[in-house]
């Protein structure tokens, strides 16, 4: 009698354990990283525009805001069930894409904007990227993986052909954007680069009289691009119509106030991420013409036709398309 106690007991916790992990409409997690180029996140959860759209829809909105470093810790937190939005560089993306194709199918949702990323030194001897030696490191958000790795392995593979993409890779560290930025501006440490974002950048270069660029990410990829996305699985992108489609239109939303209220934007950036940056410095990125705030990705083909062709990258995107879901809202991507 008692084992059958505990076989009744165990099979009326079967439907408990599975529900942990259910997911009902009007639950959203989303995992944002460090920088200004996750500016329209902060405006969306700062104006509560998800759970505004969701009104709308007649859904309430439960939102869940984290904060991680890195596309390997996105994703794995992504494939985890952790979290259902996942965001950073077109590279962890791609990498998910092809992995769970057939399976999870992940594929982007939507863009963060366009911003121009620099690889900045403070070390007076390198010039070039031919400069750095074994002596040097250059911090950026994952190796081999974020959107910074990529792009750094496409400079490099410009320089010294597509059969040494990954020459610089052992040179290149792990570091949040804010440690690696630290470290750059004051010098005297192992991390002599930074392939860095907005706002990180720029302090850089005002707060180190040392520090200069020598790579500029659109020079790279040959114009202004998407460097930063956001993605999901199938799974939530089915399960959760009305509250994905909430998210979508708070993120165009957030878009639109941004490139309209640059100094709304950066008084929203400094309370969201209790940041003590420059108000000015901030305001100054937002208005910068090479900065473009719009959710329809932009010139992210040719890095994810680069993965495939160096084997990052099993399946070929023949288009944007194969590697974002279809939406009204960003149909004028590339």
Excluded: C
Excluded at 91 to 109: E, F, S
Excluded at 184 to 211: D, M
Aim: aromatic share 8%; charged share 20%.
């Amino acid at each position: 009698m008692k084992a059958l106690r505990i076989a009744a007991a165990t099979v009326a916790a079967i439907p408990f354990l599975f529900a942990v992990d259910a997911h009902a409409e009007g639950k959203i997690r989303i995992a944002e990283q460090y920088g200004v180029t996750y500016l329209l996140l902060n405006i969306a959860q700062e104006q509560k525009l998800i759970e505004k759209y969701g009104k709308q829809a007649g859904v309430d909105i439960d939102v869940e805001w984290k904060q991680l470093s890195g596309g390997a810790a996105i994703n794995d937190a992504l494939l985890s069930g952790a979290i259902d939005i996942g965001s950073a560089g077109v590279g962890p993306l791609v990498t998910l894409w092809d992995r769970t194709k057939g399976r999870q199918n992940v594929r982007g949702v939507a863009a963060l904007g366009s911003f121009p990323y620099y690889l900045v030194t403070n070390n007076p001897k390198v010039k070039t990227l031919a400069d750095f030696t074994e002596k040097d490191r250059i911090g950026l958000p994952a190796v081999g993986v974020s959107v910074q790795a990529r792009i750094l392995q496409m400079a490099v593979a410009k320089q010294w052909g597509e059969k040494e993409f990954a020459r610089l890779d052992k040179i290149t560290q792990t570091l949040p954007h804010p440690d690696a930025a630290s470290a750059i501006i004051a010098g005297g440490t192992e991390i002599t680069g930074h392939f860095a974002t907005p706002p990180f950048q720029e302090q850089e270069l005002a707060q180190n009289p040392n520090a200069r660029v020598i790579l500029k990410s659109y020079d790279v990829q040959g114009g202004p691009s998407s460097s930063t996305v956001l993605y999901a699985t199938e799974k939530y992108r089915a399960g959760n119509p009305k509250t994905y489609r909430a998210f979508v239109q708070a993120l165009a939303e957030a878009a639109d106030y941004a490139a309209k209220n640059p100094e709304g934007a950066a008084d929203i950036y400094l309370k969201v991420n209790k940041s003590k940056v420059d108000r000015a410095l901030l305001v100054k990125i937002f208005k910068n013409p090479e900065v473009q705030f719009r959710i329809a990705p932009q010139n992210t083909l040719g890095l994810a036709q680069f993965m495939h062709r160096v084997g990052a990258a099993r399946n070929r995107a023949g288009t944007w398309r194969d590697y974002f879901f279809d939406d009204p809202l960003v149909k004028e991507g590339s």
